[in-house]
């Protein structure tokens, strides 16, 4: 078993492990910039101990920015029967691409 963490980002919680590429929400970083994340909750390779913070631990992961990018658009409509009332909205939420480098 590798290590495995859990960060917070963008307000949403992350599952990651070393390797592992994911979207997360926009970070204002550069692309090729290495930022550091709180650790929340950490599971260790040997003999399968879990650390939990309270609220966070004082490890850090590492993160590599690859890339910034816009998600599939999303259409939401808005319709109304009988009074001729119909909108059309769609909205592309932008996102930044991090690689995982190190578990701390």
Excluded: C
């Excluded at 929400?25 to 709180?38: D, F, P, V």
């Excluded at 913070?53 to 999303?74: I, W, Y």
Aim: proline share 2%.
């Amino acid at each position: 078993m590798s290590k495995i963490a859990v960060i917070k980002t963008g307000g949403k919680q992350y599952k990651v492990s070393e390797g592992q590429t994911l979207n997360v929400e926009k970070l204002t970083a550069e692309i090729g910039s290495k930022l550091n994340l709180e650790t929340l909750l950490t599971a260790e390779a040997e003999g399968d101990k879990v650390a939990v913070g309270q609220p966070t631990l004082g490890d850090k992961v590492e993160v590599k920015v690859l890339e910034h990018g816009k998600a599939k658009k999303v259409s939401v409509v808005k319709f109304k029967n009988k009074v001729h009332y119909k909108k059309n909205v769609g909205h592309r939420q932008p996102f930044t691409k991090i690689e995982v480098l190190k578990i701390a």
